[in-house]
């Protein structure tokens, strides 16, 4: 099982970027599946994810309405588009999958996820 976070990058203050999360080795429309990050100096926060039913989205409150979590089933892979980024979000970006199943996609992001990919670096200008 793995999990391959891409996309990340230097953007400024406003803009956009789209990570990937491509995963083999299981199937993404099967399993829970969450975006989360770490900064500088600061402890692991789930920023969107999405229950094993997929009927349960969560997001951060500091990204709702900026932030979007997908999922492509054709090419097994799961998105996080992120619209007016700001210095507060630099961050290095990970995706994570469970095959439990929670009600709740807030669960996933509080309580974390079985497994990880490795990360991704997101460092917005200001």
């Known amino acids: 099982v793995q999990l391959q976070a891409s996309g990340g990058g230097l953007v400024q203050a406003g803009g956009s970027l789209r990570l990937s999360c491509a995963a083999s080795g299981f199937t993404l429309d099967r399993v829970a599946i969450g975006w989360f990050r770490q900064a500088p100096g600061k402890e692991r926060e789930g920023v969107s994810c999405v229950s094993l039913s997929g009927r349960s989205t969560y997001y951060l409150d500091s990204v709702k309405g900026r932030f979007s979590i997908s999922r492509d089933n054709a090419k097994n892979t799961v998105y996080l588009q992120m619209n007016r980024l700001k210095p507060e979000d630099t961050a290095v970006y990970y995706c994570?999958?469970?095959?439990?199943?929670?009600?709740?996609?807030?669960?996933?992001?509080?309580?974390?996820?079985?497994?990880w990919g490795k990360g991704t670096l997101v460092t917005v200008s200001s």
């Open positions: 994570a999958a469970d095959e439990r199943a929670y009600q709740y996609g807030r669960h996933y992001c509080v309580y974390g996820m079985y497994y």
